[in-house]
């Protein structure tokens, strides 16, 4: 079964420094989407990227972030100067349409110390 | 703002015994709606989706949820719990432009042998 795979599992990273977060959406798909769970909080929409822009984006998703496809399979996320606040789990999900289904991957946890 | 709420933040069942996860969200004309399931370090599952077709919509695993617009609700229901059923369970909802959902704060099930 097609699967949203995403790297690493889980990195930990000091206050200041940049990340970036992969994934790999399922090989046909048109819509990627990050999406981040601060620990015992809800999940929360970050953005959404369709046709090498992007077509939505949250409060949340500051200038300290930005999303890349740079080639036809990963999609990044890429946050430039890490915050404590920013420790979180981030969900990769895509979907082939506007309406299909979305398929989440099993998420990066971030620890920014 | 669109909203989802989760009422119980934690649910205790025994094995065998039915299951009933709370859901409202806020009003709005047509919404679509969906019951996530994650297991421990797992991703993000669809279990089911309502997107104004019938009201009671049937999902994975023996899953259920019924549409009631006049309660503005969503609940998740299944007959007989079984051990594997155990992990955090949210509701969202989709905005109309299909670009991102709205999650509820999730409740975590427990089944108890």
């Known amino acids: 079964e097609p699967e949203v795979t995403q790297t690493p599992s889980h990195q930990v990273t000091q206050m200041g420094q940049e990340v970036i977060l992969r994934c790999v959406p399922i090989?046909?798909?048109?819509?990627f989407y990050w999406y981040r769970q601060i620990l015992g909080q809800k999940v929360e929409f970050l953005v959404s990227?369709?046709?090498?822009?992007?077509?939505?984006k949250s409060e949340i998703f500051d200038d300290q972030f930005s999303v890349e496809r740079p080639d036809g399979s990963n999609f990044t996320l890429k946050i430039r100067s890490t915050k404590l606040e920013d420790s979180a789990m981030y969900f990769c999900?895509?979907?082939?349409?506007?309406?299909?289904?979305?398929?989440f991957g099993e998420g990066s946890r971030l620890t920014v110390l | 703002a669109q909203s989802v709420t989760q009422l119980d933040s934690h649910v205790s069942v025994s094995e065998g015994t039915p299951v009933l996860l709370r859901c409202n969200y806020s009003?709005?004309?047509?919404?679509?709606l969906f019951w996530y399931v994650q297991h421990p370090n797992k991703g993000l599952q669809l279990l089911l989706k309502?997107?104004?077709?019938?009201?009671l919509v049937k999902g994975i695993n023996g899953f259920e949820a019924e549409f009631k617009k006049s309660e503005t609700s969503f609940h998740l229901t299944k007959p007989s719990a079984h051990m594997s059923d155990a992990a955090e369970y949210f509701c969202?909802?989709?905005?109309?432009?299909?670009?991102?959902?709205?999650f509820g704060g999730g409740t975590r099930l427990m089944v108890k042998p």
């Open positions: 999900a895509s979907r082939g349409g506007r309406t299909g289904e979305l398929f």
């Open positions: 090989s046909n798909h048109l819509y």
């Open positions: 990227f369709y046709n090498n822009e992007i077509s939505e």
């Open positions: 009003s709005s004309y047509s919404p679509s």
């Open positions: 309502y997107t104004s077709a019938a009201t």
């Open positions: 969202a909802r989709g905005d109309n432009a299909g670009n991102m959902l709205t």
